[in-house]
């Protein structure tokens, strides 16, 4: 079997969508797990030990910008790609993401191998010669733009 391209943590609470991400990441050579909301996300991450995390804002118990900004508050996940999966395609929203340090934005509906080029640039990223991305910096992909 060929060596995986990375580690991915999908979070959504929709599980068709959640399960759409999952297949096409898969489909590409990706290890998928998955997660139903940002309480789930954060139980699951040191666990899990992503590479990359495709990342829901609208979701129960704890959205997308709170899970985002924990998770890059905390030394041992800030260093986690984080991309932005949602139909908040509003520029505020956009500037809110990329304030709080996730790395992509991608706006619902997306385009499947858009995503995959995102994921995939940040799971490179990760496993490349200066490892994973210093906290603080961001840089920001956008679906649409």
């Known amino acids: ?7 991915v ?4 609470d929709d599980e068709v969508i959640r399960q759409l991400i999952a ?12 997660a139903v909301d940002g309480r ?28 985002a900004v924990r998770l890059r508050e905390d030394p041992e996940t800030a260093g986690i790609g984080v991309v932005m999966i949602t139909a908040r395609a509003q520029e505020r929203d956009v500037e809110r993401g990329l304030g709080i340090g996730v790395d992509a934005y991608v706006t ?10 995102t994921v995939r640039a940040l799971a490179a990223r990760a496993s490349g010669p200066a490892g994973r991305r210093e906290s603080g910096s961001c840089s920001g992909g956008r679906n649409g733009a």
């Open 9 to 12: 943590l999908v979070v959504d």
């Open 1 to 7: 079997m060929a060596e995986s391209l990375g580690r």
């Open 40 to 67: 789930d996300c954060l139980d699951r991450v040191r666990q899990v030990a992503p590479d990359v995390i495709t990342l829901d804002v609208m979701m129960p118990r704890l959205d997308g910008w709170v899970t």
């Open 108 to 117: 619902k509906p997306f385009d499947p191998a858009e995503l995959i080029r």
């Open 23 to 34: 297949v096409n990441l898969q489909l590409e050579g990706f290890e998928v797990h998955t």
